[in-house]
Protein backbone atom coordinates (compact mmCIF):
# COMPACT_ATOMS: atom_id res chain seq x y z
CA UNK A 1 0.00 0.00 0.00
CA UNK A 2 1.23 3.55 -0.80
CA UNK A 3 2.39 6.25 1.68
CA UNK A 4 -0.71 8.84 1.69
CA UNK A 5 -0.87 12.04 3.68
CA UNK A 6 -3.98 11.83 5.21
CA UNK A 7 -4.42 8.39 6.20
CA UNK A 8 -2.91 6.14 8.62
CA UNK A 9 -3.34 3.42 6.24
CA UNK A 10 -1.13 0.87 8.46
CA UNK A 11 -2.80 1.50 11.78
CA UNK A 12 -6.28 0.59 9.64
CA UNK A 13 -4.91 -2.26 8.00
CA UNK A 14 -4.11 -3.43 11.59
CA UNK A 15 -7.10 -2.69 13.22
CA UNK A 16 -9.51 -4.82 10.40
CA UNK A 17 -6.95 -7.81 10.91
CA UNK A 18 -4.12 -7.43 8.60
CA UNK A 19 -6.17 -8.18 5.41
CA UNK A 20 -4.97 -5.44 2.72
CA UNK A 21 -7.64 -6.40 0.56
CA UNK A 22 -10.72 -5.85 2.64
CA UNK A 23 -9.19 -2.89 3.50
CA UNK A 24 -8.91 -1.79 -0.61
CA UNK A 25 -12.89 -2.85 -0.14
CA UNK A 26 -13.38 -0.48 2.72
CA UNK A 27 -12.10 2.43 1.12
CA UNK A 28 -13.44 1.61 -2.12
CA UNK A 29 -16.95 1.75 0.03
CA UNK A 30 -15.41 5.24 1.94
CA UNK A 31 -14.85 6.78 -1.60
CA UNK A 32 -19.05 6.09 -2.77
CA UNK A 33 -20.51 7.17 -0.11
CA UNK A 34 -18.76 10.38 0.44
CA UNK A 35 -16.59 10.96 -2.99
CA UNK A 36 -19.36 13.41 -3.41
CA UNK A 37 -19.97 16.86 -1.68
CA UNK A 38 -21.27 15.84 2.05
CA UNK A 39 -23.77 18.69 2.83
CA UNK A 40 -25.56 17.81 -0.33
CA UNK A 41 -25.66 14.48 0.31
CA UNK A 42 -26.29 14.71 4.17
CA UNK A 43 -28.02 17.51 5.27
CA UNK A 44 -29.05 18.93 1.90
CA UNK A 45 -31.69 21.18 3.68
CA UNK A 46 -28.68 23.32 5.31
CA UNK A 47 -27.53 24.63 2.07
CA UNK A 48 -29.83 27.56 1.91
CA UNK A 49 -29.67 28.74 5.11
CA UNK A 50 -26.77 30.82 6.71
CA UNK A 51 -24.70 30.13 9.85
CA UNK A 52 -27.21 32.13 12.69
CA UNK A 53 -29.95 29.94 11.64
CA UNK A 54 -28.68 26.65 11.82
CA UNK A 55 -27.27 27.48 15.12
CA UNK A 56 -30.79 28.91 16.20
CA UNK A 57 -32.31 25.29 15.85
CA UNK A 58 -31.12 22.96 18.31
CA UNK A 59 -33.40 20.01 15.99
CA UNK A 60 -31.19 20.88 12.58
CA UNK A 61 -28.13 21.20 15.56
CA UNK A 62 -28.31 17.55 16.35
CA UNK A 63 -29.41 16.36 12.97
CA UNK A 64 -26.32 17.85 11.26
CA UNK A 65 -23.93 16.80 14.26
CA UNK A 66 -25.18 13.07 13.80
CA UNK A 67 -23.93 13.10 10.11
CA UNK A 68 -20.87 14.37 11.09
CA UNK A 69 -20.95 11.15 14.09
CA UNK A 70 -21.81 9.17 11.29
CA UNK A 71 -18.57 10.40 9.02
CA UNK A 72 -16.18 10.63 11.81
CA UNK A 73 -16.51 6.71 12.42
CA UNK A 74 -16.04 5.81 9.00
CA UNK A 75 -13.29 8.23 8.80
CA UNK A 76 -11.58 6.64 11.74
CA UNK A 77 -12.49 3.84 10.34
CA UNK A 78 -10.48 3.74 7.26
CA UNK A 79 -7.41 5.72 9.23
CA UNK A 80 -8.70 9.26 7.85
CA UNK A 81 -7.78 10.98 10.79
CA UNK A 82 -7.38 14.37 10.23
CA UNK A 83 -11.14 14.26 8.79
CA UNK A 84 -12.19 12.30 11.64
CA UNK A 85 -10.86 14.38 14.22
CA UNK A 86 -12.41 17.54 12.16
CA UNK A 87 -15.93 15.62 12.11
CA UNK A 88 -15.50 14.49 16.11
CA UNK A 89 -15.04 18.20 17.04
CA UNK A 90 -17.98 19.64 14.94
CA UNK A 91 -20.31 16.98 15.98
CA UNK A 92 -19.27 17.86 19.46
CA UNK A 93 -20.05 21.59 19.32
CA UNK A 94 -22.99 20.86 17.45
CA UNK A 95 -24.70 18.34 19.52
CA UNK A 96 -23.97 19.92 23.07
CA UNK A 97 -27.32 21.70 24.27
CA UNK A 98 -25.54 24.99 24.97
CA UNK A 99 -27.07 28.29 23.44
CA UNK A 100 -25.05 28.79 20.02
CA UNK A 101 -26.68 31.48 19.06
CA UNK A 102 -24.49 33.64 19.66
CA UNK A 103 -21.72 35.65 16.95
CA UNK A 104 -19.10 34.16 18.72
CA UNK A 105 -20.74 30.75 18.44
CA UNK A 106 -20.93 31.59 14.69
CA UNK A 107 -17.65 32.67 14.44
CA UNK A 108 -16.45 29.16 15.76
CA UNK A 109 -18.72 27.03 13.35
CA UNK A 110 -17.13 29.14 10.30
CA UNK A 111 -13.90 28.39 11.82
CA UNK A 112 -14.60 24.75 12.22
CA UNK A 113 -16.36 23.91 9.04
CA UNK A 114 -13.30 26.20 6.86
CA UNK A 115 -10.78 23.21 8.68
CA UNK A 116 -13.42 20.54 7.97
CA UNK A 117 -14.10 21.52 4.17
CA UNK A 118 -9.90 21.80 3.62
CA UNK A 119 -9.48 18.26 5.50
CA UNK A 120 -12.30 16.83 3.76
CA UNK A 121 -11.61 18.17 0.00
CA UNK A 122 -7.58 16.97 0.88
CA UNK A 123 -9.20 13.77 1.92
CA UNK A 124 -11.17 13.11 -0.74
CA UNK A 125 -8.76 13.94 -3.71
CA UNK A 126 -6.18 11.43 -1.94
CA UNK A 127 -8.84 8.81 -2.04
CA UNK A 128 -10.06 9.51 -5.62
CA UNK A 129 -6.29 9.45 -6.46
CA UNK A 130 -6.11 5.85 -5.56
CA UNK A 131 -9.36 4.54 -7.79
Given at each position: M???KFFDTAE???NIGG???IYLEILKTFAETYGKDFFK???PEVLNLD???ILESSDLCHKIGK????????????GANKLGEASKD?????RNDEDKS???????????????EKMYEATIKELQSLF
Open positions: QDLAIKDEESETLAQSFHKLKGSAFTVLEKFLTPVCEEKLKTMLDHF
